[in-house]
């Protein structure tokens, strides 16, 4: 999925895609990618060091049970691939799918406090796992909060079926 990259763009996400190739979706996981996607394109800070600026397409996929982000500018050039080792997300992956699911069941038989509580937790448990993702990718590249906690949500999203399994 991705936007128009206009050179306007420095230093922006103009494009963001998931190998999704391994095949197992879920319709409320889907959601929460589009929606992770969408706000991206429309705010984000993405500051890969040493390079001069561009409007850049990242494609985020899993390689040897690692986490891989191949950064790209807008004509296709390759600018840098991070590799990053899921090992210190895992329990705050575990945690943010138990608390998904508590939350997916929620709003199916919602209860006024219960919802908010699960969500405080949610967005706690996020919070958390952007900082991480803030903090691993601090030497390569430099992005704001919110451009974290959306690629984190697209990486719960990445490892949202039967990969998931595999690596927690």
């Given amino acids: 999925m991705g936007g128009a990259c206009h050179d306007r ?6 494009e963001v895609a998931l190998d999704r190739s391994f095949g197992v979706r879920d319709a409320r996981i889907e959601r929460d990618q589009a929606l ?24 985020i996929e ?9 950064t ?21 992956l575990r945690d943010y799918t138990r608390i998904c699911e508590s939350y997916y069941d929620a709003v199916v ?28 990718l601090s030497r390569k590249v430099n992005i704001d909060g919110d451009t974290a906690r959306r690629l984190f949500t697209l990486i719960y999203a990445l490892l949202g079926g039967g990969a998931r399994q595999q690596l927690l």
């Fill in 9 to 14: 763009d420095e230093f922006r996400l103009c």
């Fill in 36 to 59: 992770a996607i969408l706000g991206l394109l429309e705010s984000n800070t993405f500051i890969p060091f040493g390079h001069e600026g561009a409007p850049y397409r990242l494609r």
């Fill in 62 to 70: 899993l390689t040897n049970g690692r986490l891989a982000l191949h």
């Fill in 72 to 92: 790209a500018v807008n004509d296709g050039a390759h600018v840098v691939s991070h590799y990053l080792s899921l090992a210190p997300f895992r329990r705050l």
């Fill in 109 to 136: 038989l919602p209860g006024p406090g219960r919802l908010q509580a699960i969500d405080m937790g949610r967005r706690g448990i996020h919070n958390e796992a952007a900082e991480l993702l803030k903090e691993r």
